[in-house]
């Protein structure tokens, strides 16, 4: 069974363009989160998908960010337009049972604004 | 604010050495998972206990729950290189919310 895929593993771009990142979740699983990671800081949640339906987007940083899950499969993020502190790592996760059982999680995108 | 905290934020033994890392958080929980994280890599999930629960073992992980001291620890016996990583706890909350994640410990096992 496939885990879950992120696309790209890294990009680089520079302040001001759009990036949009994907990922594939694990098939049946209706939960898909997005995380990011910035150096040396902790795990940060983003949003929480149940199949196409946005259940929390409390950790949204703000508007220059668009989650989508058309169809409640796979799911893509898009930043426009990126600034610096964008940059880190942006983790995808699914899970069957939302908050009873474990996550699994994508080898996430490295994001870079330059 | 965070919930959970590790600590230490960073731990180097050696081989054969033991390793404990905590995680503190502050307020109710459903369940606590500890997840492993390798140089450019994903997470990989490692174990979860539940509220109810105050131990748990997973081969040479053994992870303990104190709900009344809203704390947790993972331990590592007989360590090895392969170990080196970083570490995160996260906790399910009651209410339904996702995972939320500590900064992790990084730990570093030396031959």
């Known amino acids: 069974e496939a885990g879950v895929t992120q696309f790209p593993s890294h990009s680089v771009i520079e302040k001001g363009q759009t990036v949009t990142l994907r990922c594939d979740p694990i098939?049946?699983?209706?939960?898909l989160y997005w995380y990011r990671r910035v150096m040396g800081k902790e795990i940060k949640f983003l949003l929480h998908f149940v199949k196409e339906s946005k259940q929390d987007e409390s950790g949204m940083p703000n508007n220059r960010f668009l989650a989508e899950r058309t169809g409640g499969t796979y799911s893509t993020l898009k930043v426009q337009p990126a600034e610096l502190e964008d940059s880190g790592v942006y983790f995808c996760a699914s899970s069957q049972v939302f908050g009873q059982t474990e996550a699994f999680f994508g080898q996430g995108t490295r994001l870079t604004v330059v | 604010s965070q919930q959970g905290e590790e600590d230490p934020q960073a731990l180097s033994i050696q081989e054969g050495e033991n390793a404990t890392m905590n995680c503190s958080y502050k307020t109710s929980i459903n369940n606590l998972q500890w997840y492993r994280q390798n140089s450019g890599r994903g997470l990989v999930h490692l174990i979860l206990i539940r509220s109810n629960e105050r131990e748990k073992h997973s081969g040479r992980l053994r992870v303990t729950l104190d709900t009344s001291k809203k704390s947790s620890s993972l331990l590592i016996t007989a360590s090895r290189a392969a170990d080196t990583a970083s570490y995160f706890c996260?906790?399910?909350?009651?209410?339904?919310?996702?995972?939320?994640f500590g900064k992790g410990t990084t730990l570093s096992v030396s031959s």
């Open positions: 098939s049946g699983h209706d939960n």
């Open positions: 996260a906790t399910a909350l009651p209410a339904g919310t996702a995972l939320i």
